[in-house]
């Protein structure tokens, strides 16, 4: 089954997506900094049509965190 969110991620960080999990985070992906991180707020507004404010993309420290704001926002991921 495919997972979009991980799928953005996996694009963004340049890794492959089977290396990605929940609990992955700048502290367990080398390829994930601050710059990383303002491409993937991009990504994923871009991917999901929503418009993130600064606090969400502050709560964004790993996967299942993103995912969890995602959720909040109505996005089915």
Known sequence: ?????????AEVLE???STLEE???PDSVEQ???LA???L??????TFKIQLSTK???KMHSVGLAREV???KGVDV
């Open 1 to 9: 089954m495919s997972d979009k969110l991980i799928e953005v991620f």
């Open 15 to 17: 890794v492959e997506a």
């Open 23 to 25: 609990t992955s985070s």
């Open 32 to 34: 994930w900094d601050s």
């Open 37 to 39: 991180a303002m491409h």
């Open 41 to 46: 707020v991009a990504a994923l507004e871009d």
């Open 56 to 58: 969400e993309m502050m």
């Open 70 to 72: 995602l959720k909040a």
